[in-house]
């Protein structure tokens, strides 16, 4: 670990060393993880609450008063997973947005890879999706849901959640350090984000705009998800007189309208990483001057 | 200067080095703001913080930096610590390199001790299991043994500052970095960072201090550089280094021998101005250890006094009574008739450590009690340099120094 490159000298968003970079995320991962739940009386278990009584309030709306998830079958599950899946999303991307700016203590006084920052903070929201993930399988078996190999088709959902997730948290920290208007025009997408999806309703209901609505990976992962997860493979597409396979979880490549539609909605993912890593080792280097 | 270190190839190489910040007139942040003065997004003040620095520090050197504040010197440490980006020159750094720019960093008060400990040394550059087996001379240098699972913020600050100093140690990079961290900590402490601070020396590391005590750059340092408005002005010995940094930070105290303030002028007897002269009557403002010299108190009498008292007593930067003096022991003073211009001289022969000293000056109706007729604290200062022989302590006593062998 002897030689400096002679021409940068300084700050950047990576580091020279590999092993430093995967320790100094999982430290300042664990960290936050400690700091968040052990001040706390039931400490971890907030995490797997808030998302619970989020999903039975919504459960019991969605179905005793507006009837919505009534011709979806184990509409509970997927409402459920839908719920984790985007605490996740918006849990780690909504405080990736001030975590350069949280940090200034270290950032102003360390020398240390700036990426490890929201990565770290993007990793602390993947242990809670973890631990709440434990929560949405004991649900889904007790509902009746039996386990089947398709089910591994959650390990790519997952992974594309977090992809997504960090690629935004990178893009939204280095925004933030410029422009502190980032965080309320990201709160409001945010909003939007979570109505447009389809995490209380299916896809289904989208009706016509099905198409369009389906580019946006999050709603094309979570239809993948309630096809693969929760809606078992055959079903009878009538019954007399209603249309139910309006309410059917198809694989997201029927229901994005082909292959073109689904490989633009899952393109953005790897799109926004890369955008949002771009940005943000650009604006490393100066990162401690900004602040 | 420093031709006995050439030999050894340098570590920190140190290139035409120049840093510039950009600040803007009006602080922009948000995109309303930008979208509504797209144009004036463009003004802002060009600062240069570092203007072309070159520097070789060689290894096992002990090297200064020291400046006023705003000169460059901490931007400069934050350049070779790689927190700031550099516009253009060069750094070159040989080896692993510690920076304590802050003790603590990434300190947090909600966690215990324990878990900060290993925190702030991974955070420092040390991998987790490095930090653990370190875990133990840490808590042994801080003596916090039976804290170590208290939160940090039941800590009093003494304790953090321990605490973190032990861990900055422990972390024993080959190159340290080192900024203002001996000004915290109670004296025992501070004598302990000391001795820390010989040990890394005698065991070869190299290190970077940045500081505004010139105690320590004198007593440490092998070399010092002195930096002003982000030029280097000097590289050389220490002794020459701080001579020349007091007189620029301490130009101004030449002028201030004068009375000041807005209140009326005491009705008995008034000072009118002090200075340190040297043993040939030149006003100064610094001068050597084991040199001559003399206080000079201006006092009108605006009415007639009997035997009165005059005073002057020599503080420390931490406030220590370093000397004192009375010209009650010398007999009664005689009388002084109303518009009579006196003048106390106090000769003596300066002993005191190197450091700065402030005056205090008093004239008294007697030598009992705490009436004054007036006193000015402060009213003028006196550096003292480093000589030859001095080894530390609060005064240099002279001395000889005698070895029989039997």
Redesign the interface.
């Known amino acids: 670990m002897s030689a400096t490159a002679a021409t940068s000298y300084g700050p950047s968003a990576l580091g020279g060393s590999i092993r430093r970079f995967v320790e100094l995320t999982l430290t300042l991962a664990r960290t936050e993880f400690k700091l968040r739940y052990f001040g706390s009386v039931l400490g971890y278990f907030w995490s797997l609450v808030r998302p619970l009584l989020f999903f039975g309030v919504i459960y019991v709306f969605f179905t005793q008063i507006i009837n919505v998830g009534k011709g979806i079958p184990h509409y509970g599950v997927y409402l459920l997973t839908g719920i984790v899946l985007w605490t996740y999303f918006s849990e780690a991307t909504g405080s990736c947005v001030s975590c350069l700016v949280a940090r200034e203590a270290l950032i102003r006084k360390i020398r240390f890879p700036r990426m490890t920052v929201p990565m770290s903070v993007s990793l602390t929201a993947t242990f809670n999706l973890g631990m709440n993930f434990i929560a949405v399988l004991v649900f889904a078996l007790a509902s009746g849901i039996t386990p089947r190999l398709s089910w591994l088709e959650l390990l790519p959902i997952v992974l594309g959640f977090i992809v997504l997730a960090t690629g935004i948290g990178m893009l939204l920290s280095a925004l933030y350090v410029r422009f502190r208007d980032v965080q309320p025009i990201w709160e409001v997408i945010s909003q939007v984000l979570f109505y447009s999806s389809p995490i209380m309703y299916t896809a289904s209901s989208y009706k016509g705009l099905e198409h369009v609505a389906l580019l946006n990976p999050i709603a094309l992962m979570l239809t993948q998800m309630g096809n693969a997860f929760v809606h078992p493979p055959p079903v009878a597409t009538h019954v007399a007189g209603r249309i139910v396979y309006e309410q059917r979880m198809r694989d997201a490549l029927t229901a994005s309208g082909g292959p073109l539609h689904l490989a633009i909605g899952l393109a953005i993912i790897p799109a926004l990483f890369a955008l949002g890593w771009w940005v943000f080792t650009r604006e490393a280097p100066r990162v401690a001057e900004n602040l | 200067m420093g031709g006995r270190l050439t030999a050894a190839e340098p570590v920190i190489s140190i290139t035409n080095l120049t840093k510039t910040?950009r600040l803007p007139h009006e602080q922009y942040?948000?995109?309303?703001e930008?979208v509504l003065h797209p144009l004036r997004f463009r003004h802002f003040d060009l600062v240069r913080a570092l203007d072309d620095v070159s520097v070789d520090i060689s290894e096992g050197e002990f090297f200064g930096i020291v400046g006023r504040n705003g000169s460059g010197k901490s931007t400069l440490l934050?350049?070779l610590?790689?927190?700031?980006?550099?516009d253009s020159g060069?750094?070159?750094?040989?080896?692993?390199l510690s920076?304590f720019?802050?003790l603590g960093?990434?300190f947090?008060p909600?966690?215990a001790a324990r878990?900060n400990v290993?925190?702030n040394a991974?955070?420092?550059?040390l991998?987790?299991s490095e930090a653990r087996s370190r875990f133990d001379a840490i808590v042994e240098f801080a003596e916090l043994e039976p804290y170590m699972d208290l939160k940090l913020k039941n800590y009093s600050s003494g304790m953090h500052v321990r605490l973190a100093f032990a861990v900055a140690i422990q972390v024993d990079a080959p190159i340290l970095l080192i900024d203002e961290v001996l000004a915290v900590g109670d004296a025992a402490f501070q004598q302990k960072c000391f001795d820390e601070f010989a040990r890394l020396k005698a065991s070869g590391r190299t290190i970077v201090f940045v500081t505004h005590d010139m105690g320590s750059v004198e007593r440490f340092c092998d070399r010092a550089m002195l930096i002003e408005s982000g030029k280097v002005v000097d590289i050389g010995p220490p002794p020459s280094i701080t001579r020349q940094y007091n007189e620029i930070n301490f130009a101004h105290l030449r002028e201030r021998s004068t009375t000041e303030g807005d209140e009326p002028p005491p009705a008995v007897a008034e000072i009118r101005g002090a200075r340190f002269e040297s043993s040939v009557g030149e006003k100064i403002v610094s001068v050597a250890q084991g040199e001559p010299c003399c206080v000079t108190i201006d006092v009108r009498f605006h009415t007639a006094a009997e035997d009165p008292v005059f005073a002057m007593e020599l503080r420390t930067q931490r406030g220590e009574v370093a000397f004192a003096a009375t010209s009650f022991a010398d007999g009664p003073s005689g009388r002084f008739h109303a518009g009579q211009d006196a003048t106390a001289k106090i000769h003596f022969d300066n002993w005191l450590a190197p450091g700065r000293y402030d005056l205090s000056a008093a004239v008294k109706p007697n030598q009992r009690g705490v009436d004054t007729l007036d006193v000015r604290t402060g009213i003028a200062s006196i550096i003292v340099h480093k000589s030859g022989r001095a080894a530390g302590g609060f005064v240099d006593l002279p001395h000889t120094f005698e070895i029989e062998r039997r």
Not at chain 2, 81 to 86: R, T
């Open positions: 910040f942040h948000t995109l309303k930008r934050k350049c610590a790689g927190i700031y980006g550099i060069q750094i070159n750094i040989r080896g692993r920076p720019i802050e960093v990434g947090n909600d966690l878990d290993i925190i991974i955070m420092l550059g991998t987790r």
